[in-house]
């Protein structure tokens, strides 16, 4: 049986975290990993003065469907 993967994104939110995992378990999936990240800064390196962009707290969740 194949195996269908996914990757999305959360808020540091624990409210929507839990929808997010709800949904995920109501659609058949399994979660497989929560990886939370937390606030920081990245450089956009587009831009000659090497631009740095705020990236705000939040999870990665990581589930797995059957096809």
Request: charged share 25%.
């Amino acid at each position: 049986m194949p195996l269908r993967y996914g990757v999305e994104t959360c808020p540091d939110d624990a409210s929507v975290l839990h929808l997010k995992l709800s949904e995920i378990a109501d659609n058949g999936g399994r979660v497989l990993n929560v990886i939370w990240q937390p606030e920081r800064e990245v450089i956009n390196r587009e831009y000659m003065d090497e631009v740095r962009l705020p990236v705000p707290a939040g999870y990665v969740i990581i589930s797995e469907y059957f096809e």
